[in-house]
C-alpha cells in the first residue's frame, strides 16, 4: 500500500484580516506537518475571506511570490510538506486579478496553479476566468485543482481527467442554503470516475454567508465517503491508498487549529 495522508484545513478565516489569516494558514499547515500529513489543502480565498473586495478592495492582490509568499515556501521546506494553498493573484503583465490555487512541493517551490475558471459575478466580479485546466504532479500523482464553481458543472473536472488528472483536489468556499451544494461534489467524482476531495471552510461573513456548516467532502465513484463540518477552525485528516485509489481512513481524524 501506498498510503497518502491528507489534511483538509477547514479554518474560519476573518474577513479581509490578511495579516491574521496568514498566521492561522501558517498554524494549520504546522499542525497538518505534525500529523504527519503529505499533504495540506486550503480552502478558496481562505486568505483574504471570500467577500473580501468590498472590504478591503483589490489593491493588495500583488504577482506572485511576494514576500508573504516566498516566506511561506520556505515555511512549506522546513516541514517537508505539500501546501495547495488558495492566494489571489495579479499577472504581472496583464494586470488582471485571477482566483489561484497555488501547488507547494516539499522542496517549497510552486510547481503549478490553477486559476478557477467558473468565477461567480457579484462576488468574484474582480476575478478574471482562468482559461487553463492541466492538472499538477504531486508525489507523482496527476491531480486536477477545480476551485469550488468549477465543480457546479462537469465541463472543467472532465477536462482535467482528459488531460490526465488521476484525483480533483477542490478548495471551495461553499456554504449551505438556498444555493448550497446539493450533490454536485458527488456526481462529478461519478461522472469523472475521479476521487474528489473537497476542502471546505468555517467561519462567518455576514447573517447570509454562514460557513460554519460547511461541509468538506470527500467523494469517490458518485458516493459521499467522508463529511465534516465545524464550528471553528480544524484540520480533517485522513488516509489514502494512491495504489488503489481507495479511502483507508473509516473518518476523519479532527484537530483543533
Known amino acids: 500500500m501506498k498510503r497518502l495522508r491528507i489534511s483538509l484545513l477547514h479554518v474560519a478565516p476573518v474577513l479581509g484580516d490578511v495579516e491574521n489569516n496568514r498566521r492561522l494558514v501558517e498554524s494549520a499547515v504546522r499542525t497538518a506537518a505534525e500529523l504527519g500529513a503529505d499533504w495540506a489543502v486550503t480552502p478558496e480565498l481562505c486568505i483574504p475571506g471570500y467577500l473580501f473586495a468590498d472590504k478591503i478592495g483589490t489593491d493588495w492582490v500583488l504577482p506572485q511570490p511576494d514576500a508573504w509568499m516566498d516566506s511561506f515556501c520556505r515555511l512549506v521546506k522546513e516541514l517537508s510538506i505539500t501546501v495547495f494553498l488558495a492566494h489571489p493573484e495579479r499577472d504581472l503583465e496583464s494586470g488582471k486579478m485571477f482566483n489561484t490555487v497555488f501547488v507547494i512541493n516539499r522542496d517549497g517551490e510552486i510547481v503549478g496553479w490553477h486559476r478557477k475558471v467558473k468565477t461567480l459575478r457579484g462576488p468574484e466580479a474582480w476575478s478574471s476566468p482562468g482559461e487553463r485546466c492541466d492538472p499538477i504532479e504531486c508525489d507523482g500523482v496527476q491531480v486536477g485543482v477545480p476551485v469550488c464553481a468549477d465543480c457546479y458543472k462537469n465541463d472543467v473536472p472532465q477536462l482535467m481527467k482528459e488531460n490526465g488528472a488521476q484525483m480533483l483536489i477542490s478548495p471551495a468556499s461553499w456554504g449551505p442554503g438556498g444555493c448550497g451544494p446539493d450533490g454536485e461534489w458527488e456526481q462529478r467524482s461519478g461522472d469523472t470516475g475521479l476521487p474528489v476531495i473537497v476542502c471546505n471552510r468555517s467561519g462567518i461573513e455576514r447573517e447570509d454567508l454562514d460557513f460554519r456548516e460547511a461541509e468538506s467532502v470527500v467523494a469517490q465513484n458518485g458516493k459521499r465517503?467522508?463529511?465534516?463540518?465545524?464550528?471553528?477552525?480544524?484540520?480533517?485528516?485522513?488516509?489514502?491508498?494512491?495504489?488503489?485509489?481507495?479511502?483507508?481512513?473509516?473518518?476523519?481524524?479532527?484537530?483543533?487549529?
Do not use: C, H, N, Y
Open 225 to 257: 465517503l467522508l463529511g465534516a463540518t465545524s464550528p471553528a477552525s480544524v484540520a480533517l485528516t485522513f488516509d489514502w491508498d494512491l495504489e488503489t485509489m481507495s479511502l483507508v481512513s473509516e473518518d476523519f481524524q479532527r484537530t483543533p487549529i
